[in-house]
């Protein structure tokens, strides 16, 4: 895998009696794959993990690999704040078919640098899936630096990182540093923020696993490929075109105002689990302009 293009951290719909809503989960594996994504994810956060079992986190695994059944590429979300776990995640993964493993930062425990590498070494050395880690310290409450991202580039299955902090000097730093080691033909950045999809991908960033490509998956898709042409123009247009409908999928948590949308949109989606709460109704306005502005609605 080369771990470039659009990837969807794609939303886990629920049933009424707050059960995972499968045949909804598949009817929008195949929207996102009709409307041409390279790939997707299932059980990262905006799939809600947080409030996942093990079981149903196992479920969603096995049924994204067998509706997929090798159009685009799979991405089990199998991180955890216990190595321990996360390496189960993994192994499982990679035993039910998944072509890789998203592992995120630990959360809460706040390793330190080198906890964060030996982490990540030992999910490495747990499975020969390709891994790609996440980092996201709005979230975890930790930030793996630049120098550990190196760390863990060096081993042969941690193939890409979405990066995920906002900070696109440091981004340019990571990237630098990956070049002078010699580490960036096998090593790629993802964008963790769709906002910064563009700017990220100007300084060598290879594509993003985006929450917004639930919302509009070709559009995405298209200013991510014209990118990777070489057509900024074309994807500067398309990044202004896709900013309102942005900015409004982060007006509250994600993943509530993503969920809101889809149901609007008449795609599976069903509630959040708490302890997120429904969208502000005032909100639900906001999405909606933003949703008609952009010809979805």
């Known amino acids: ?18 059960e995972i809503d499968e045949e909804g989960f598949r009817k929008n594996v195949n929207f996102l794959i009709e409307n041409g994504v390279d790939g997707l994810l299932a059980v990262g956060t905006t799939g809600e993990s947080a409030t996942m079992s093990h079981e149903e986190h196992k479920l969603l695994i096995e049924i994204l690999v067998d509706e997929v059944n090798g159009r685009v590429d799979t991405l089990a979300g199998a991180g955890s704040n216990s190595t321990n776990e996360a390496v189960d995640l993994v192994k ?21 640098q080198h906890g964060l590498v030996k982490h990540f070494e030992s999910v490495a050395n747990s499975a020969d899936i390709p891994i790609i880690a996440y ?24 193939k890409a990182l979405k990066e995920a902090t906002g900070d696109i000097t440091k981004v340019s730093n990571t990237l630098n540093l990956l070049y002078s080691e010699g580490l960036d033909d096998d090593f790629n950045i993802l964008s963790g923020d769709d906002s910064l999809t563009l700017p990220m ?22 200013m991510v490929n014209c990118i ?20 409004a999928l982060f007006i509250e948590s994600n993943p509530v105002p993503a969920k809101e949308a889809l149901k609007i949109m008449g795609l599976p989606a069903g509630h959040v689990r708490q302890p997120l709460a429904p969208m502000k109704e005032e909100n639900i306005e906001t999405l909606k302009i933003a949703l008609k502005n952009s010809k979805i609605i």
């Not at 310290?137 to 941690?158: F, L, Q, V």
């Not at 991908?201 to 995405?220: D, F, Q, R």
């Open 201 to 222: 991908m100007s300084l060598g960033a290879k594509g993003v696993i985006s929450v917004s490509a639930n919302i509009n998956p070709k559009k995405m898709s298209l």
């Open 92 to 112: 499982f993964s990679e035993d039910v078919g998944a072509d890789s493993a998203l592992v995120i930062t630990p959360y809460y425990n706040k390793p330190q």
């Open 1 to 18: 895998m080369n771990f470039q293009g659009t990837y969807v951290a794609m939303v886990t719909p629920f049933t009424s009696n707050n």
């Open 228 to 247: 990777l042409d070489g057509d900024f123009e074309k994807a500067k247009d398309l990044h202004y075109e896709l900013n309102d409908l942005t900015k």
């Open 135 to 158: 980092n996201v310290p709005s979230r975890t409450g930790i930030d793996m630096s630049s120098e550990s991202i190196i760390e863990i580039a060096k081993m042969d299955n941690i």
